[in-house]
């Protein structure tokens, strides 16, 4: 047995989806940090990212079926609509707030993901109110007998609120298809997370409610995919919900408005960018011989002019009409003339 | 035709509609074996079955939030929050959720909901079951609000509610369930949302009303033409969209217009109407806009005198056309 099938074998992949997935992180990670770049270049007014998380997400969405599941995102899951099925351009028409953006036709804030297409359920910006979607889905499904599992995403500091108790609840009750993913980043902007939780995991509450609460380390990739693919497993065989934790690190301040050299020290966000996923993945694909330097470079290449492509397109599109902002307040607010959404 | 209860109507149109469509959930509070604590609910458990007709554990964000992401999957819920004074805590996922719904995903995804909730004072509920909660909502683009007054509109509005691709509030005035009264039809019909009914003709005096105070209304009307006072009155039926054209319509005839509601007075729905009267009728107006609405305290007390102060009666609004009749 080479290092190369015992790596894949352990979770069930491929080189290839272990290649998908490494692509993934990288592609994920180089769109946010273009959007940091067109911000600071006064290209676009805010971006709030994902750096840092990445690895958790690909991981754990990579064990769901896109076409079938539905996925509720929150600001941080560049990384998960991208696995999910989401181009570079859409994510950038977002970023640039165009007429054709299928998260919201540039009406939202950037990182407010959605798009019918993907079964990603529009999001918005209170806090956790997505855990009440996720858990409608999938009692939607469960009546219908679809065999969809929803998946939704928050992090550690949104745990707190009421929705996410009334949600864990009413899924442990019902055995619902729905997984909930905490993407524990120490901070909810400034505020640490001792401050936050008087225990050191979210996961621990998953007892309070009967189901089971995983930890993982979200720099693991593909230990995140292992307990995704067996909560997936769960879900759809009708054994109710489970909280995933994954432990991430936060690379970026909170978003382009937020200084976070003023709560966290020079010290600490130099030991953090040990917990990046990215160069993580890599090694661990390179050690193992699948991830060869010209795999690599190919990769490289690849990416560079998907991200270039996304943003020459997307800043080439046309701004939403002024005259389309009142259609769609109603179902019956449609343009004059039959035009589509946008 | 059938007489039947303003309760009963209600009833008889979930068990219809749920007959008719198998997407159609309802859930809340109680509203399965017991089948609601007023018994809207009631026999549709035992129709329908558990999956179909859920009893919630008491959490009203749930209820609502739940609706928002099953009607995304398909489903066309029906949810129902016990008293319409507990609505608070899915205020959040009503405004913030199902209203913005269609606007911010840019009509990729809607949200055909049905949130019911019984309303209103009278009943010796106090200050946590007798609220008029309206306004708040009514304020919202993205929500429709509706407060029917009689049974006949209580059937066909809850009908076109249910089959509604938005977010939609029907309030029921819990007083009238069982004391109002009237004809229904055998068939499938609708009301359509968003039409106001004018439920007595008359020449100086408009009197713009909706649920329980849509019924003080007309009895008010008929104190008053006695000393030979003529009243219009206006049933809005529908809050939000409004029906602006039977509004100015008659007040555009009358000259008058008394805006009559039950919450309390300062910031209640009825501002909206006096001002949109002032701005599109000033030319017509033979008076000020005038109100008659529930005082400004935090809520109906509880004993019976202080209750009877509290609410808005035939006495209070005759008393209003009156002064408004003398200009
Ligand atoms: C209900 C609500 N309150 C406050 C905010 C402002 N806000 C946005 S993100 C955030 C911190 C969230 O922290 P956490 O849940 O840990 O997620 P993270 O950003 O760290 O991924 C706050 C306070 C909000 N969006 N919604
Ligand atoms: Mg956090």
Known sequence: ?342 | MAIRTFLEAIRDTLGEEMRRDPSIIVLGEDVGVKGGVFLVTDGLHAEFGETRVIDTPLTESMIVGTSIGAAANGLRPVAEIQFADFIFPAFNQIVSEAARMRYRSNNAFGCPITIRAPYGGGVHGALYHSQSVEAFFTHVPGLKVIVPSTPYDAKGLLRSAIRDDDPVLFFEHKKMYRSVRGDVPDGEYTVPIGRAAVTRVGTRVTVVAYGLMAHYALEAAERVAEEGISVEVVDLRTLRPLDRETLLGSVRKTGKCLVVYEDNRFGGYGAEIAAIVAEEAFDYLDGPVMRVAGPDVPGVPYNHVLEDWFMVNPEKIAEGIRTLAAY
């Open chain 1, 1 to 342: 047995m080479t290092a190369t099938e015992h790596l894949g074998a352990a979770v069930g992949l491929g080189d290839d989806q272990l290649l998908a997935m490494y692509r993934m992180v990288a592609l994920a990670r180089a769109i946010d940090e273009r959007m940091w770049i067109l911000n600071r270049a006064g290209r676009v007014p805010f971006v709030i990212s994902g750096q840092g998380h990445e690895g958790a997400q690909v991981g754990i969405v990579s064990a769901l079926r896109p076409g079938l599941d539905w996925m509720v995102p929150y600001y941080r899951s560049i990384a998960a609509v991208l696995t999910f099925g989401m181009s570079p351009r859409e994510i950038m028409l977002a970023q640039y707030a165009k007429a054709s953006d299928p998260s919201s036709g540039g009406r939202q804030m950037p990182g407010h993901y959605g798009g019918a297409a993907y079964n990603i359920l529009s999001s918005s910006s209170p806090v956790a109110t997505q855990i009440l979607h996720a858990a409608g889905i999938a009692l939607a499904a469960q009546i219908r007998g679809t065999g969809q599992v929803a998946i939704t995403f928050m992090g550690e500091g949104s745990s707190n609120q009421g929705d996410v108790h009334e949600g864990l609840n009413f899924a442990a009750i019902h055995h619902l298809p729905m997984i909930l993913v905490v993407e524990n980043n120490g901070y909810a902007i400034s505020v640490p997370s001792v401050k936050e939780l008087a225990l050191p995991d979210v996961a621990a509450r998953a007892a309070g409610y009967g189901i089971p609460g995983v930890i993982v380390d979200g720099a693991d990739v593909l230990g995140a995919y292992r307990v995704a693919r067996e909560a997936v497993e769960r879900a759809r065989t009708g054994g109710g919900p489970t909280l995933i934790e994954a432990k991430v690190t936060r690379l970026t301040p909170h978003s382009s408005d937020d200084q976070q050299t003023k709560y966290r020290t020079a010290e600490e966000l130099a030991a953090e960018r040990a917990r990046d996923p990215l160069p993580r993945f890599r090694e661990q694909l390179a050690t193992a011989g699948i991830l060869t330097p010209e795999i690599e470079g190919r990769l490289a290449t690849e990416i560079a002019g998907l991200v270039d492509d996304a943003t020459s397109y997307a800043e080439s599109q046309p701004d939403p009409d002024p005259a389309s902002a009142t259609w769609y307040v109603y179902a019956e607010d449609r343009p004059a003339t039959g035009g589509g959404a946008g």
